[in-house]
């Protein structure tokens, strides 16, 4: 019985020898994907500098490594190479590389230091698996329609690191469940329109990352900390707020800067504190939210009436006798054959510091096909100090 154990134990010592994780380097293969094709579970493969022009199907658990992440470029040029997203896919899109779910998922999967960009049409990268890691990643040139996204994040518990994101629809777009995102950097152009989008996605953590946010359809429990929100600007205006949530609850946003607005639409039961504010904080239909020190005046609509308080105006646009705008997304607000009244109330003290006749206060509305402020016929109730107008559908 003992040489029988030492046996079995010699024969088993042997398998897991043979069981060890390998490093491919991809450069001894005709192409990336044949390595990947090539490749056992656990493996690595790491990829060397130069530009490679293949689209890229993971489905096992391995991880892909590049020598830098601006060194290697992969680039899934839809004229060389046709292969379809077999799952996210409008007009016949495409991705540079999709990771599809393994038996062994659990094990997980990594990429690093790739720049992946696509010259027309889909996602740059697209995720149905558990358990990715992306790290120090650049993430470009999708299509720019509909869902496109530069990530498209489907997979559940995927760690995400140092990614910058650019020119494209969508930067990072979530329809998934318990991911950690950290340090996403999305530069706004006119090439670029949201940052990171979680649509009905729960229980994920976005943390110091540079970006805007589209939150939407039941995106809840989320978690947001340490943020510099942005919004897309065009000739100086901000054509969208930098953070919005819509029909999503129980998220919960925290210390973050936002260089715009933070806007809520029929949305419940979110905590909102210590957020550095720019604009204003803007609530339509949306209740039993908590705010707390947040440097924002609030402005609460419930689809009739929008009155917008009073406050102090910073020291530095007194000194410089600035005109400030206070903008309104009416297509959001007022609905077809549906009128809105509106009254923005000033303070008093500070519009006759500014030598400014209350009689000449008006409300415009910004238009984005002339590109211009248009007057609102409006009426300044001097008593009450308030300007008061009515809205129709624009």
């Given amino acids: 019985m003992k040489l029988f154990f030492c046996v079995m134990f010699a024969l088993l010592f042997v398998n897991c020898a043979c069981a060890q994780a390998a490093t491919l380097n991809a450069s001894d293969y005709t192409t990336i994907q044949a390595a990947i094709d090539n490749s056992t579970s656990g493996?690595?493969?790491?990829?060397?500098?130069?530009?490679?022009?293949?689209?890229?199907?993971?489905?096992?658990?391995?991880?892909?490594?590049?020598?830098?992440?601006?060194g290697v470029i992969i680039d899934g040029d839809y004229s060389i190479?046709?292969?379809?997203?077999?799952?996210?896919?409008?007009?016949?899109?495409?991705?540079?590389?999709?990771?599809?779910?393994?038996?062994?998922?659990?094990?997980?999967?990594?990429?690093?230091?790739?720049?992946?960009?696509?010259?027309?049409?889909?996602?740059?990268?697209?995720?149905?698996a558990d358990n990715v890691s992306l790290s120090n990643l650049t993430l470009q040139s999708s299509r720019g329609y509909f869902a496109d996204a530069v990530l498209y994040l489907q997979g559940n518990s995927a760690n995400i690191f140092n990614i910058i994101t650019k020119e494209t629809c969508n930067g990072v777009y979530i329809v998934s469940e318990n991911n950690y995102i950290d340090n996403v950097f999305t530069p706004f152009d006119n090439?670029?329109?949201?940052?990171?989008?979680?649509?009905?996605?729960?229980?994920?953590?976005?943390?110091?990352?540079?970006?805007?946010?589209?939150?939407?359809?039941?995106?809840?429990?989320?978690?947001?900390?340490?943020?510099?929100?942005k919004a897309r600007e065009k000739n100086g205006i901000k054509m969208?707020?930098?953070?919005?949530?819509?029909?999503?609850?129980?998220?919960?946003?925290?210390?973050?800067?936002?260089?715009?607005?933070?806007?809520?639409?029929?949305?419940?039961?979110?905590?909102?504190?210590?957020?550095?504010?720019?604009d204003i904080l803007y609530t339509y239909a949306s209740y039993n939210n908590s705010?707390?020190?947040n440097s924002a005046p609030?402005?609460?609509?419930?689809?009739?009436?929008?009155?917008?308080?009073?406050?102090q105006l910073p020291p530095l646009l007194l000194l410089n006798n600035i005109t400030v705008y206070f903008e309104?997304?009416?297509?959001?607000?007022?609905?077809?054959?549906?009128?809105?009244?509106v009254r923005i109330y000033y303070n008093k003290t500070l519009v006759t510091l500014l030598g400014i006749l209350p009689s000449k206060l008006s409300i415009k509305y910004y238009n984005e096909t002339s590109l211009a402020w248009e007057n609102i016929p409006s009426s300044v109730n001097e008593k009450e100090g308030y300007v008061f107008a009515v809205l129709t559908h624009l």
């Fill in 191 to 229: 090439s670029t329109l949201k940052g990171i989008s979680l649509i009905g996605a729960k229980n994920n953590t976005v943390t110091n990352s540079i970006t805007s946010f589209y939150i939407r359809s039941g995106a809840e429990d989320n978690y947001f900390e340490n943020n510099t929100v």
């Fill in 328 to 341: 309104l997304t009416s297509s959001l607000v007022v609905n077809e054959n549906n009128t809105v009244e």
């Fill in 291 to 293: 705010f707390e020190d």
């Fill in 81 to 128: 190479y046709e292969t379809l997203s077999p799952i996210h896919d409008y007009w016949s899109g495409c991705s540079v590389l999709i990771i599809q779910s393994d038996v062994d998922d659990f094990n997980g999967y990594n990429i690093s230091n790739l720049t992946l960009n696509i010259t027309l049409r889909g996602d740059v990268v697209s995720i149905y």
């Fill in 240 to 278: 969208n707020s930098g953070m919005s949530l819509a029909e999503s609850n129980k998220n919960r946003i925290k210390n973050n800067k936002v260089a715009g607005r933070l806007d809520l639409f029929n949305s419940n039961n979110n905590c909102i504190t210590y957020n550095e504010i720019s």
């Fill in 43 to 70: 493996d690595i493969i790491f990829i060397s500098n130069g530009t490679y022009y293949e689209r890229l199907n993971i489905n096992k658990s391995i991880s892909l490594i590049g020598e830098s992440s601006t």
């Fill in 298 to 311: 609030i402005l609460e609509s419930n689809g009739v009436k929008i009155d917008v308080s009073a406050y």
